[in-house]
């Protein structure tokens, strides 16, 4: 299953997102990836396939609700996760972080890239107080921030 995204803005996912702040050059990039991919599939005789163990869940997961970037350097990014944007009354905004910020460290781990920031999110625990430390401007910066969103730092 793949997912394709064009990037956020200030309203994404809010009722003021309305159809003037579709990305069309983005969607246009995408739909053209889309189609070389099927191409390449449909001309492949074999078929991309990975089994994946079944998953299992606690029933209790840690969210920061925060927008991290979408540009190819997402991915390749070493130096930290640069954030778009921060949903408002969510953890990460309670925290204080905005959008321009770069987490560097969370719960005790260095994030390089959305790889490790998910990593560390998946070792929370709910309602547990984890430090971060994010760049913003400067390095160093450090807030704190729980799972139900108070603002602790």
Not at 98 to 114: F, Q, S
């Amino acid at each position: 299953m793949l997912f394709f995204f064009t990037g956020s803005h200030e309203d994404y996912h809010k009722p003021s997102d309305t159809a003037d702040k579709i990305n069309y050059e983005g969607r246009q990039r995408i739909v053209a990836l889309v189609a070389r991919m099927v191409q390449e599939v449909d001309q492949n005789d074999k078929r991309p396939y990975t089994p994946l163990p079944r998953a299992t869940s606690t029933g209790a997961s840690v969210r920061l609700s925060c927008l991290p970037g979408h540009d190819s350097e997402l991915w390749r990014n070493t130096d930290g996760l640069l954030l778009d944007g921060v949903r408002d009354d969510s953890p990460a905004a309670k925290a204080g972080l905005k959008a321009g910020d770069k987490i560097v460290k969370l719960a005790g781990r260095e994030v390089r890239n959305v790889y490790d920031y998910t990593y560390a999110l998946g070792e929370m625990k709910p309602a547990r107080v984890t430090r971060l430390e994010i760049m913003r401007g400067r390095p160093g910066v450090e807030a704190e921030a729980d799972a139900r969103g108070a603002k602790i730092g």
